[in-house]
C-alpha cells in the first residue's frame, strides 16, 4: 500500500540505479580504456572490492591498487576516481520528475548511498542534484554500509525522526530488508516501477 504523504517525515533515496541510472557502455569503455581491464564485468575486481570501498574500509589508493594489482600513484587515482564518478553521474529522469513533485509538496527530502568518499565528494561539489535533498548520507564519510542496521540508525538519530514516519527508495532488497527491520516503510525501485503511484503522487 502507497504510504500517505501527510503521515511521512522524510522520503529517504538511494542513489545508484534510482536517481542515476545504469552505467554505459561508453563510459565503462573509458574506464577500461585507462585501466587496460574490463571492469564491467560482474565477476572483475571492480566489483570484489567495492563494498569496501563503499564502506570507507580502503581508501581511493587502496581500492585502486586492489582493482589493478598494481601500484597506483595520486594523479592516477584521481584520474581513476573521476571516470568511476562519470559511471554513475547519469540522472533517471522519471526520478528526478518525481523529486520534483514532492519537493513542490513541501516534502522532506534525504538521500542514504553507499558511496566512496572521493565520489560523494566530486559530486556534492560539481554536480546539480546534492542541492535539492535537505540531507546527504553517504556510506564512505560514515564509515558504515548499507545493509548494516547502523547507518540506518545513524540516519534516524539525524534526522530526528522514527522510523515509521521514514520513507526509504532503494533498489537492493537486502537494504530494504534491513531498513524494513528497524520499522521504516521501503519502496523497491526496479525497472518499470512508477515511483509516483508507489509514494501516492
Do not use: C
Not at 129 to 146: C, E, N, Q, V
Amino acid at each position: 500500500m502507497a504510504p500517505a504523504p501527510h503521515d511521512v517525515d522524510w522520503y529517504l533515496f538511494d542513489y545508484g540505479m534510482v536517481l542515476s541510472l545504469a552505467p554505459d557502455t561508453a563510459d565503462w569503455q573509458r574506464l577500461n580504456a585507462a585501466t587496460g581491464r574490463d571492469l564491467d564485468a560482474p565477476d572483475s575486481s571492480y566489483w570484489a572490492h567495492r563494498h569496501a570501498f563503499d564502506a570507507g574500509e580502503l581508501t581511493s589508493a587502496h581500492y585502486w591498487t586492489a582493482v589493478l594489482e598494481r601500484d597506483v600513484h595520486p594523479p592516477e587515482i584521481e584520474r581513476l576516481d573521476r571516470l568511476d564518478a562519470a559511471l554513475w553521474a547519469r540522472q533517471n529522469p522519471a526520478t528526478a520528475r518525481v523529486l520534483e513533485r514532492l519537493r513542490a509538496s513541501g516534502a522532506r527530502l534525504a538521500l542514504l548511498s553507499n558511496m566512496p568518499v572521493r565520489q560523494s565528494e566530486i559530486y556534492t561539489a560539481e554536480a546539480d542534484w546534492p542541492r535539492g535533498f535537505d540531507r546527504l548520507f553517504f556510506s564512505g564519510p560514515l564509515r558504515l554500509a548499507k545493509p548494516d542496521r547502523r547507518i540506518y540508525e545513524h540516519v534516524l538519530a539525524d534526522l530526528d525522526t522514527q522510523a515509521s514516519a521514514v520513507v526509504f527508495i532503494d533498489d537492493k532488497a537486502e537494504n530494504l530488508e534491513a531498513a524494513r527491520g528497524l520499522g521504516m516503510r521501503t519502496v523497491h525501485h526496479v525497472e518499470g516501477v512508477d515511483l509516483a503511484a508507489e509514494l501516492g503522487l
